[in-house]
């Protein structure tokens, strides 16, 4: 919460049918090319590789590839359930008929949801990027995502956020 008078909520948003799919694949997507699931995957295959080098002999290509078929399947089942997850999650803030809130003031942002509301200053958030429709907030020193849509930030309004951000030395744009 500011000192300042509270920021009015000027910007609405009504969610439509099939907006909560849309919202899970965008931030499945998102969090799938962040540097953390990159290293992740590689280790990953490094390790299944490792283990395949350790056998030898005439059963060599078999293990190979038994061995990258269970990587595979067990890469698919990981995937499909975390997506399934996120989904669940996601989905209950974007049931069509939700309605979602937005407003800028000069040093702080005002977000009221289905499932919560929020008045800080510009510097609580480490970074803001725009994809798929969508926009992430990142709070910083906390892995929590404000997953919101597009329309909630009009014209220059994300630019604000970002400009509201430059105090702080470890945002990152994502």
Do not use: C, W
Not at 21 to 33: G, H, M, V
Not at 159 to 165: E, F, K, L, P, S
């Amino acid at each position: 919460m500011t000192d300042e008078a509270p920021v009015p909520l000027t910007n609405r948003f009504v969610v439509p049918e099939g907006m909560a799919k849309r919202a899970a694949r965008a931030f499945f997507r998102f969090q799938l090319t962040r540097p953390r699931a990159v290293l992740a995957l590689v280790g990953l295959v490094l390790v299944m590789l490792g283990l395949t080098m350790l056998v030898s002999g005439d059963q060599f290509f078999e293990r190979i590839g038994f061995t990258a078929s269970v990587f595979l399947i067990a890469l698919i089942l990981a995937l499909g359930l975390t997506y399934r997850r996120t989904y669940s999650v996601i989905g209950r803030g974007f049931a069509p008929g939700n309605v979602f809130a937005s407003g800028f003031g000069a040093t702080a942002l005002a977000l009221k949801g289905p499932l919560t509301s929020t008045e800080a200053r510009y510097e609580v958030y480490e970074s803001a990027s725009l994809r798929e429709g969508f926009v992430f907030l990142k709070q910083r020193h906390l892995n929590l995502y404000f997953i919101l849509p597009a329309e909630l930030f009009p014209d220059s309004s994300l630019d604000m956020v970002r400009a509201g951000m430059a105090g702080n030395e470890h945002r990152r744009q994502m």
